[in-house]
């Protein structure tokens, strides 16, 4: 298995940003709140419908980070049930 080394510089931003190692940060609503979430949400359907969403409003090109098309208050209820 082949790996890609960073280079430490773009280590240390990633880290500064508060984005530990398995975890990734979204933006939330009208205000973009910032969530750091777990990979393993990827594999949700319901998120993969939320990321779908994500494209069709705002395409790829979009370079302000990942932004997610809902209100805070859904965003925050997803991430509950799937703590739980």
């Known amino acids: 298995m082949m790996s890609i080394r960073l280079p430490l510089s773009i280590l ?3 880290q500064a940003a508060g984005v530990p190692k398995g975890h990734f940060a979204v933006y939330v609503g009208e205000s ?10 990827l594999k949700n359907p319901t998120f993969q419908a939320l990321l779908r969403r994500a494209e069709e409003e705002f395409g790829f090109e979009h370079h302000n980070g990942i932004t997610i098309p809902c209100s805070e208050d859904v965003f925050q209820s997803f991430t509950a049930r799937m703590a739980s």
């Not at 973009?32 to 949400?41: A, D, E, G, L, N």
């Open 12 to 14: 240390a931003k990633k």
């Open 32 to 41: 973009r709140k910032r969530f750091v979430i777990p990979t393993s949400c």
